[in-house]
């Protein structure tokens, strides 16, 4: 029998969607095509759940269900009456909807949602997220909750430009990057896609020690150990598709047991972190818990002025880390003495170490006196940041 192929679309932090195209690549999906805000790709239902539980990068995952063309109400009710048939993954379920218009006779997104909803049901308190968006899938930083008053009910997307509709429908749910073990947090944490992201971005190795010297709720540390393991990221939740009436349980059993068998050893991995913030290292240690990585990542209470090389590190590894930012801490002074003092401090302390910084002014960086070059840059959480290393 055929496989189905699916036209799917990962939507990715800006900024990363090179890498998210060879992570998405390397999981064996086919015409894979980075775009601005995400990763267009062909793949079987298998490629599907793959893609769900193994992309470290992606914000959450599409599939197109349809595409017409309409200019008036009539004519939209009309396409989506005769040639869109969502029962393969709503099964009857009214989808919440996100709806976006460029280009078009039909503008007026919230109106768009009003007949759709005519047509599909309501889930609720329904509200059309429409407007200028700056990719298509949504903004990614307004990604960050599906809305529980909705009682999970499914996504649909809806974008129309120059009159052309396509409408997909979400195949992850809670956006990917909320991967389950983090649920205790410090100061300005980084997403986990993020933190992967710089891990993945440098080229960092699982047989190099890693040390992250302001390490906050753990989250770089904890995804260095996912990776290390070769553990999938998603690997302690559900996704939107397990509710499809067309899931194929067998197939994601599959998929499952895969993953178990090509978990890698974790003999020789030395990964640390540390904070000179008790309750943050409480926190760090709480999330390697329920990310069964307890065992491979130590966590210490310590501030950067007394940063050692770790206990058995014979050879020089990476320092991949995420400074504080912004113009002042509560109790150090000023940001550029941190800065000046974790540079001074990893070329004393960590010679021949290669040094990663996640960064959102580069003339703070500057302070470290390392010499550094950029390495990508991206958006988290709204804030324009870049990765710049010593080496990579
Ligand atoms: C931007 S946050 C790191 C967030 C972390 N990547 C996460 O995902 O939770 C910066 C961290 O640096 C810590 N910090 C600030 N000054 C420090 C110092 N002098 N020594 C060690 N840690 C420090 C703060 O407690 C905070 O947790």
């Known amino acids: 029998m055929k496989k189905a192929l699916h036209e799917a679309y990962a939507v990715c932090p800006p900024g990363l969607e090179a890498l998210c195209a060879a992570e998405i690549r390397g999981l064996g999906a086919r015409a894979v095509k980075a775009e601005r805000g995400g990763v267009s790709f062909r793949c079987t239902t298998r490629q599907l759940y793959a893609t769900n539980l193994w992309s470290r990068l992606a914000t959450r995952v599409v599939v197109r269900a349809a595409q017409f063309e309409a200019t008036t109400f009539g004519g939209l009710e009309a396409a989506v009456r005769n040639e869109v048939d969502l029962d393969r993954w709503l099964g009857g379920r009214a989808p919440r909807l996100r709806v976006s218009s460029t280009r078009s006779a039909l503008y007026h997104t919230e109106a768009i949602a009003e007949r759709l909803r005519g047509l599909w049901g309501d889930p609720g308190e329904n509200v059309a997220e429409g407007g200028d968006r700056r990719s298509f899938f949504g903004e990614p930083d307004r990604d960050d909750e ?56 440098v080229g960092w190795r699982a047989d190099q020690p890693l040390v992250d010297p302001f390490c906050g709720s753990g989250t770089i540390p904890i995804e260095a150990a996912l990776l290390a393991l070769g553990r999938p990221p998603g690997f302690l939740r559900g996704f939107a598709f397990f509710e499809w009436p067309m899931f ?31 309750g943050a290292v409480e926190a760090a240690t709480a999330n390697a818990a329920r990310a069964e990585v307890a065992d491979v990542v130590t966590f210490e209470e310590r501030p950067v002025s007394s940063l050692q090389p770790p206990d058995g590190s014979g050879r020089p590894g990476w320092v991949i880390t995420n ?28 010679p021949g170490w290669s040094v990663a910084m996640l960064v959102a002014d580069r003339r703070l960086a500057a302070h470290s006196g390392l010499s550094l070059h950029e390495v990508v840059k991206f958006s988290n959480g709204g804030i324009d940041v870049e990765l710049l290393a010593t080496h990579a």
Not at 149 to 162: H, M, T
Not at 184 to 200: S, T
Not at 338 to 345: D, E, I, N, Q
Request: proline share 7%; charged share 25%; net charge neutral.
């Open 146 to 201: 599906s809305d529980p008053s909705l009682g999970g009910a499914p996504l649909v997307i809806v974008r129309v430009v120059a009159n052309r509709f396509t409408v997909s429908v979400d195949c992850s749910g809670e956006p990917l990057y909320k991967r389950g073990w983090r649920q205790e947090v410090a100061k300005a944490p980084v997403r986990e896609n993020l933190a992967a992201a710089l891990l993945m971005a």
């Open 248 to 278: 194929e349980p067998g197939t994601w059993a599959s998929v499952i047991g895969q993953a178990a068998e090509a978990e890698r050893d974790p003999e020789g991995l030395l990964i640390v972190g540390s904070d000179r913030d008790a």
């Open 323 to 350: 400074p504080p930012y912004g113009t002042r801490i509560e109790h150090g002074g000023d940001l550029r003495n941190l800065y000046a003092r974790f540079g001074s401090v990893t070329r004393d302390r960590l």
